[in-house]
């Protein structure tokens, strides 16, 4: 959305705080084909490596040269040859392959140079490393055919990697590994960056591709995706009855995504080149613009502690200003803090809720329900109350009940009925506070 008043302004630079104090001193792969070179489009991506870099983030950049290394070909008239996707590379399409490779790099790191007065990229001043940092083998032998020149990420030097970074260098792999007996080899840019970000731990890897990330089987883009989650959208669309097949670039970065997670990876990202800031937006926005592939699920719920009293206290706020909900004291909140839980998405206070009982008379209320307003279409606070109903039933009690003024139609679509002050517990109804009205609903359980 874009930003029109000051005001704006200043609520999404607040939004993007978190982020930038998380991300510094992280290290991010960040792994983009030839094609984003070839159409032009790196001039806005240097933009955003000079941004990520200046906020003290570790960057390694991946590229690859695929349409360079074709051009290459046809200008030598050599014809490409592949082999279940991976190229075939003779020692004529490897001088090919080398000649793209260094051209491509050249234009890379002549970009991330740039430092024009009144430009994102003023006062940049972004040192570009290189080096033989990634050891390879060949490939071999597969169904009988040698894919001769082709090879596979064998080692990674990441002591020399860091030291680079250490020193504030953003690190740039071309698509290439050498061996101990001094031969070059073609490896590809997924195996590269995969095998970089494992060998780094890296916090995050990112792949630019040509579509928007990865959709289920009605279009819907898959915006997080678990470990298994993401194994099941490969198994469900290679099937011998899958109606749909995967997008190319999906089928062979999604498997890379699942690789990195599997191994350490804390986040792989996959996004679209088109989109421009596409990098800024899936990191520094909650929603993101793409497909995120994860260990396990983002969300936490768990019992509150001291230390989320400030983040509750944001959640409850903005409600209690509009008089939505009973205004608490932060000294109240500490005193009552283990009555409250908190739904965490990725280590983020997003939920809460209390849940105070009566058990003489075998009930419980659910009382300060909050989740923040730009999550709230994501089905937290149903989350939030079936908890809340688990805990209720392991203390033994038999209904629930809730006093809202706004919410009413939420609770009478989640099993609740509407009920007059009598329904209250005794110690609850003599608290009863007539100047708000409040509506009581009660649920069996």
Partial sequence: MPITTSTEFVAWFRSVAPYINAFRGRTFVIAFGGEVVADGKFVELTHDFNLLASLGIRLVLVHGARPQIEQHLAKNNLEGSYHRGVRLTDAETMQCVKEAVGRVRVEIEALLSMGLANSPMANADIRVAGGNFITAQPIGIINGVDLMHTGSVRKVDVAALKDRMEFGEVV?????????????????????????????????????????????????????????????????????????????????YLPCAIRACEAGVARTHLISR?????????????????????????????????????????????????????????????????????????????????????????????AGLAVETQSRDRGYGEAILNHMISLAKAQGMKKLFVLTTRAEHWFIERGFVENDISALPAQKKSLYNFQRKSKVFVRKI
């Fill in 274 to 366: 088109h989109t421009d800031g596409a990098v800024l937006q899936e990191l520094f926005s909650d929603d993101g613009i793409g497909s995120m592939v994860v260990e396990s699920t983002l969300n936490t719920l768990r019992d509150a502690t001291i230390k989320d009293v400030g983040g509750i206290l944001k959640l409850l706020r903005p409600l209690e200003v509009e008089g939505i909900l009973v205004r608490r004291s932060r000294e109240l909140l500490e005193q009552e803090i283990e009555q409250f839980v908190v739904l965490e998405h990725d280590h983020r206070i997003v939920g809460c809720a209390a849940l105070y009982p009566f058990p003489d008379e075998v009930a419980a209320e659910l």
């Fill in 172 to 252: 740039l792999l071309s698509p290439l590994g050498y061996s101990p007996t001094g031969e070059v080899f073609n490896v590809t840019l997924e195996d590269v960056a995969t095998a970089t970000a494992i060998a780094l731990d890296a916090d995050k890897l990112v792949f630019l591709m040509d579509t928007d990330g990865v959709q289920n089987k009605k279009g819907k883009l898959l915006k997080e995706l678990t470990i298994a989650q993401a194994q099941e959208v490969l198994a469900s669309l290679s099937s011998k009855d899958a109606k749909r097949t995967l997008p190319d670039d999906v089928s062979l």
